[in-house]
């Protein structure tokens, strides 16, 4: 199918008892009627998937987010583990609610809109394609605004609008910072994808080092 190509990021629906949960991936290899899929990492340990198992897989191209429902056929565990899965006859567009969120310090840089006030420097805890939970000193409040300044690695300088979605005070827990959890608003499909590569390869370096095994069921 022309609209999955080799390279593409992807994720895996991962179902959860209280709904469900989006793995990083990425299509290794196009053969034949197959699909070669990175396996997804979950809580530092590589995912248990079956063959036989059904997966519904996401993507997005050109500002739009598509799905299909797919088969594991066979896995493979050189030189990276793979699933083997049957290529779809169809796409079908979704509207996307979830992104895949990795544990990860990154510097961030931050001001409450309106315009005006100097950057404020903090440092994430976790971040996904959809948002970011960080360290401020600076106490805000849900549904404010912000502009911040997203610092990856070897990577662009990611500048976009935020919005506060909650924070959690110093006392709680005896921490000295706020902890600010943010959603994106107006990040760019390029930028996201900036964001997806970056947890996408931070996963297969766990991997590499040996930082990531198989859970077994």
């Known amino acids: 199918m022309e609209d999955i190509r080799l390279n593409q990021l992807v994720e895996i629906e991962y179902p959860l008892e209280e709904g469900v949960e989006y793995l990083a991936s990425r299509v290794e290899e196009i053969d034949g009627d197959y699909l070669h899929l990175a396996v997804p990492i979950r809580k530092g340990q590589l995912v248990p998937m079956h063959i036989g198992q059904k997966i519904k897989v996401c993507f997005t191209r050109d500002d739009e987010s598509y799905a299909f429902n797919t088969s594991i056929v066979a896995r493979r565990r050189e030189p990276i583990p793979v699933l083997i899965v049957n290529k779809p006859d169809k796409l079908v567009k979704i509207q996307r609610r979830a992104y895949v969120r990795i544990p990860a310090s990154i510097p961030i840089n931050y001001r409450l809109i309106p315009q005006g006030q100097n950057f404020e420097s903090g440092m994430t805890v976790d971040i996904s ?89």
Do not use: H
């Open 129 to 217: 394609g959809g948002g970011a939970f960080f360290l401020s000193q600076t106490k805000m409040e849900r549904g404010q605004t912000l502009e911040v300044e997203i610092c990856l690695p070897q990577r662009p300088k990611i500048v976009c609008q935020a919005e506060v979605k909650r924070v959690i005070p110093p006392e709680v827990g005896g921490a000295s910072s706020y902890k600010v959890a943010i959603e994106f608003k107006d990040i760019t499909e390029n930028q996201r994808d900036q964001i997806f590569n970056f947890i996408f390869e931070k996963q297969r370096e766990w991997i590499k080092k040996g930082l990531l095994t198989e859970k077994r069921r």
